[in-house]
T-cell receptor, first 112, second 116 residues
Framework: AQSVSQHNHHVILSEAASLELGCNYS??????LFWYVQYPGQHLQLLLK??????LVKGIKGFEAEFIKSKFSFNLRKPSVQWSDTAEYFC??????????FGQGTELSVKP | DTGVSQDPRHKITKRGQNVTFRCDPI?????LYWYRQTLGQGPEFLTY????????KSRLLSDRFSAERPKGSFSTLEIQRTEQGDSAMYLC??????????????FGPGTRLTVL
């Protein structure tokens, strides 16, 4: 069965700390991978996506993610977080039919 | 605003009542998706349309749930005889097909349903 697993349910960091959120997927086909973010009171927004090519993808607001096929992983990183990065982060894989399969989400709290 | 819109944003209903939600996708998008999100979980796929055709339904979508997209534009999701377990955020997303590099699903703000 297709699934996405996010390792951390809640991460608390101080400003300027580095961030890495883990994501592992289980899917046998060609993978399209996404990270979405949901800021408090706002709707889901796309941070970045991987379709093919360079496994290191850069997104908005200084986020990046690395696709490691051998590890079935797509971890999200940011070298220095800001208070405004406080949000919930969702990893997702898109299957052939087009639907997104989401992980359970990681809540990030950044202390000023 | 040219994004995905959903109406209402909040709905409180009593158990056993019927509710209907509406989603207006981005105008040029031909695919429309419905997801459900409960507290502490990621969104779960319910169903999707390409134009007016409903192409896939999740097993989560019991026979109390029905979705339509009659003219290939807006969509409605109806829940009949609501149960407390239906309390969730119902999300709509749209995209353009055929898919390729750059295509993504754009999400609406959601409708939060509370069943008392």
């Amino acid at each position: 069965a297709q699934s996405v697993s996010q390792h951390n349910h809640h991460v608390i960091l101080s400003e300027a700390a580095s961030l890495e959120l883990g994501c592992n997927y289980s899917y046998g086909g060609t993978v399209n991978l996404f990270w979405y973010v949901q800021y408090p009171g706002q709707h889901l927004q796309l941070l970045l996506k991987y379709f093919s090519g360079d496994p290191l993808v850069k997104g908005i607001k200084g986020f990046e993610a690395e696709f490691i096929k051998s590890k079935f992983s797509f971890n999200l990183r940011k070298p220095s977080v800001q208070w405004s990065d406080t949000a919930e982060y969702f990893c997702a894989v898109k299957n052939q039919g087009g639907k997104l399969i989401f992980g359970q989400g990681t809540e990030l709290s950044v202390k000023p | 605003d040219t994004g995905v819109s959903q109406d209402p944003r909040h709905k409180i209903t009593k158990r056993g009542q019927n509710v209907t939600f509406r989603c207006d996708p981005i105008s040029e998008h031909n695919r429309l998706y419905w997801y459900r999100q409960t507290l502490g979980q990621g969104p779960e796929f319910l169903t999707y349309f390409q134009n007016e055709a409903q192409l896939e339904k999740s097993r989560l979508l019991s026979d109390r749930f029905s979705a339509e997209r009659p003219k290939g534009s807006f969509s409605t999701l109806e829940i009949q005889r609501t149960e407390q377990g239906d309390s969730a955020m119902y999300l709509c997303a749209s995209s353009f097909f055929p898919q390729g590099i750059g295509n993504e699903q754009f999400f609406g703000p959601g409708t939060r349903l509370t069943v008392l």
